[in-house]
């Protein structure tokens, strides 16, 4: 989060991935019109194996914005 913090401030938002390696946190940043954080729900990678999927497209999804 801190790498975030200090980039300059941009129109795209920029996103950001947190895990603790059982538990993955998704967040996303936007600077216009005020600097908010937006945050995911918890996805928990070992406990419902179906999470992992979701998990993978949602970064597939990140990758197709940037």
Avoid: H, W
Avoid at 20 to 44: H, I, M, Q, W
Avoid at 50 to 55: R, T
Wanted: hydrophobic letters at 40%; one cysteine or more; glycine letters at 8%.
């Amino acid at each position: 989060m801190g790498q975030i913090q200090v980039r300059r401030t941009t129109d795209s938002p920029l996103f950001g991935l947190l895990t603790n390696g059982d538990e993955v946190l998704f967040l996303k940043l936007t600077a216009r019109p005020n600097r908010c954080y937006g945050l995911s729900r918890t996805f928990s990678l070992y406990t419902v194996a179906s999470e992992a999927q979701q998990v993978i497209q949602i970064l597939k999804s990140i990758g197709n914005t940037l």
